[in-house]
């Protein structure tokens, strides 16, 4: 949903110099005001394809550029992607993502793709796709097989972004979002913290966020996991949880209809770290023991930590993909008339 509010480096930075109670009761209030205070829409993240990325991002461990002993592995069948949705809809997630190691996607695989997003959709769960940057016609098609939200990450602000990715620009980035929007695909961004930048790039990170036409509906916050091999593994960088918790409280008050989620980095949180960041707005997290290669919590792990905060698991009709919303509405049409329909979705 997009919004009037345009923010500036200074607004963004006031927010983030707040004191930090005052900060989470700011960002708390927004959250109730637009979001169940008590709700996380969790989603699960599979590997579609990884390894010898082209790319020279340098937390990543799937660049074929640094040596970090991970196995490169070809495109998954769609089989083996439908086992793995199934299980993730069995596990309470409601959204699949799919991520492949790539710059781009070639042309030759997008009829693959094309039929993963499909067989996921018609399992009820919503669908999401990272695969690097896009053309017009890749999104459009994408878009065609029923993919609802695209990944694709600014990583940081602007002006730090070239110490962190040379191989592509940020324009780069921002002409990917253009299109996956133009094809009316839903758009998931947001970035890394702990890569060494400081409080005017985080800050700059979430301005463009939340400059852009329309905010992204979901804007994953990363934390850094410093991965062997990769240039930033012996980083002496260090960001305080706080830290964490506060960029999180930012996001939630710059971008108020969007669901902020707790992405890479929640393996090294405690539970009362995750619980702040609930506090602050966070409201949607992935579950599962691997987040693409590196650690995520268990999902008994989260189970557990939902039962103790009191959350519930977030679900949204659109979750129940296009056979089921058919069946539905159906069902309410041949009803019409009876009590049963009145009201029945207020």
Known sequence: MSTSQRWTQVQAEALFNKPFLDLLFEAQQVHRKHFKASEVQVSTLLSIKTGSCAEDCKYCPQSARYNTGLESERLMQLEQVMSAARKALEAGSTRFCMGAAWKNPHERDMPLLEEMVKGVKNMGLETCMTLGMLNENQAQRLAAAGLDFYNHNLDTSPEFYSNIVTTRTYE??????????????????????????????????LVELANLPTPPESVPINMLVKVKGTPLADSENYLDPFEFIRTIAVARIMMPYSHVRLSAGREQMNEQTQALCFMAGANSLFYGCKLLTTPNPAEDSDKALFRKLGINIEHNISSQGDIAQEAQLTEALLTSDTSHYYNAAP
Request: net charge negative; hydrophobic share 35%.
């Open 172 to 205: 780069d980035r921002l002409d990917t979002l253009s299109k996956v929007r133009e094809a009316g695909i839903k758009v998931c961004s947001g970035g890394i913290v702990g890569l060494g930048e400081d409080v005017h790039d985080r800050a700059g990170l």
